[in-house]
C-alpha cells in the first residue's frame, strides 16, 4: 500500500475521506452545462444530454388546458371522446462514473496525477447525481480488475463505490509490476453494458490509452439508449514541454530519461503527444459521445464547476 501524506493527497493519491469531503465543492452543481470551450480535445456535450425521460401514468379524459399532442387518437375514437396520456417525470435517473486507474494513469508533470483527476472529477459527478436525487454507482479499472458498484441511493454505496477507487489508487506506484492493459478500457466498457439497461447517465473518466474501432462501437451501443459523457484526463506536457531539463519516466519496471532540453528531442516528442491526444479525440467524437478534456494542470473543482455550471448563476433568462 503507498504511503500517503499531507503533500501527495490530491496530488498523486486520494483516499475515500478525500473524495467524500467534495460532496461540499459540488453543491449547485448540475448536469446541464454552458458552451463548451473550443479545444481540440473538447467537443459539444451541453446540448446532447438528453435529461431525464417520462414515465406514462395512465389515459383520462381531456382537460381544457391539456396539450392537444398527448390526445390518444385511437382510445378517443373508440370512446366518442377526447382521451389524452399523461406522463410523470422521472423521479429519478441512475448514475455510473468509470474511472480509469491503470498505469497510464499515474501521471503528472505539474500539479496532480491523472489519475487524481479522474478520481475527483468522479467524486463530483456522484455527488451531483446523489443531490439530485438518483441512484449512483459505477465501474473502476486497473491493469489487472473491473470493478462493477450497482446504482443505488445510498450513502453507503457512496462509501463502498468511493474505497473501491481509492484502494486501485492507492496501488499505483512506480515500482508496479504491472503496465498499462491497454484491452482494460473496452473490459470495463463491457461491464458497464451489463449494469446500464436504458435512461443511465454514463460519466467515463480516463485517458483512453488503448482506445480503438471496438471502444467505438462500445461507446456507440451505450449511447443508444443512455446519455454517455467522455471526460478525456490529459497532462498539458506536450503544451509546454519544459526546454531546460531532462525528464525521466516509467511504467513500472522501465525507466527512460528524456533529454527534452535537446530540441531534436523535445519537438518530436510534443508532435507525437498532441498528435495522439488528437487522435484519440477524433475517435471519441466519431462515436457521437460528447467529448470533455480535464487537464492535471488545473484542479479539477474548478474544471468540472466551469463546465457545468451553477444554474442559479447562469444570467436571468439564459438557456439551459
Given at each position: 500500500m503507498a504511503v500517503r501524506s499531507a503533500t501527495t493527497l490530491g496530488r498523486v493519491y486520494v483516499d475515500a475521506a478525500h473524495l467524500a469531503k467534495l460532496e461540499f465543492r459540488a453543491r449547485g452543481l448540475s448536469f446541464v452545462a454552458p458552451p463548451p470551450v473550443s479545444s481540440i480535445l473538447s467537443g459539444d456535450h451541453a446540448s446532447r444530454l438528453r435529461g431525464r425521460g417520462l414515465n406514462f401514468e395512465e389515459?383520462?379524459?381531456?382537460?381544457?388546458?391539456?396539450?392537444?399532442?398527448?390526445?390518444?387518437?385511437?382510445?378517443?375514437?373508440?370512446?366518442?371522446?377526447?382521451?389524452?396520456?399523461?406522463y410523470t417525470e422521472e423521479r429519478d435517473r441512475p448514475l455510473l462514473v468509470v474511472v480509469d486507474q491503470r498505469m497510464s494513469m499515474f501521471?503528472?508533470?505539474?500539479?496532480?496525477?491523472?489519475?487524481?483527476?479522474?478520481?475527483e472529477a468522479a467524486a463530483l459527478a456522484v455527488w451531483m447525481g446523489f443531490a439530485?436525487?438518483?441512484?449512483?454507482?459505477?465501474?473502476?479499472?486497473?491493469?489487472?480488475?473491473v470493478v462493477r458498484v450497482k446504482p443505488l441511493r445510498s450513502r453507503n454505496r457512496i462509501k463502498l463505490l468511493f474505497g473501491a477507487i481509492a484502494r486501485m489508487n492507492t496501488a499505483l506506484h512506480a515500482d508496479s509490476v504491472h503496465?498499462?492493459?491497454?484491452?482494460?478500457l473496452d473490459s470495463a466498457l463491457e461491464g458497464v453494458l451489463h449494469l446500464a439497461a436504458h435512461d443511465y447517465l454514463i460519466c467515463i473518466l480516463s485517458d483512453f490509452a488503448g482506445a480503438g474501432e471496438r471502444t467505438r462501437q462500445l461507446l456507440q451501443q451505450l449511447s443508444r439508449h443512455n446519455d454517455v459523457i467522455a471526460a478525456m484526463i490529459f497532462d498539458p506536457l506536450w503544451q509546454h514541454m519544459p526546454e531546460h531539463r531532462a525528464l525521466v519516466v516509467s511504467e513500472g519496471q522501465l525507466q527512460v530519461e528524456l533529454r527534452i532540453d535537446n530540441e531534436r528531442v523535445r519537438v518530436p516528442l510534443a508532435s507525437m503527444l498532441e498528435g495522439r491526444a488528437a487522435e484519440v479525440a477524433k475517435l471519441l467524437r466519431s462515436s457521437g459521445v460528447p467529448l470533455m478534456a480535464l487537464s492535471t494542470d488545473e484542479p479539477a473543482v474548478d474544471q468540472v464547476r466551469r463546465l457545468f455550471g451553477q444554474r442559479a448563476r447562469l444570467p436571468s433568462g439564459a438557456g439551459l
Open positions: 389515459i383520462r379524459g381531456y382537460l381544457p388546458g391539456d396539450d392537444i399532442r398527448h390526445i390518444d387518437w385511437k382510445v378517443s375514437l373508440r370512446l366518442g371522446k377526447a382521451q389524452v396520456r399523461t501521471f503528472g508533470s505539474n500539479r496532480a496525477f491523472k489519475s487524481v483527476v479522474a478520481a439530485a436525487g438518483d441512484r449512483v454507482g459505477g465501474v473502476i479499472f486497473d491493469d489487472s480488475s503496465r498499462t492493459d491497454y484491452g482494460q
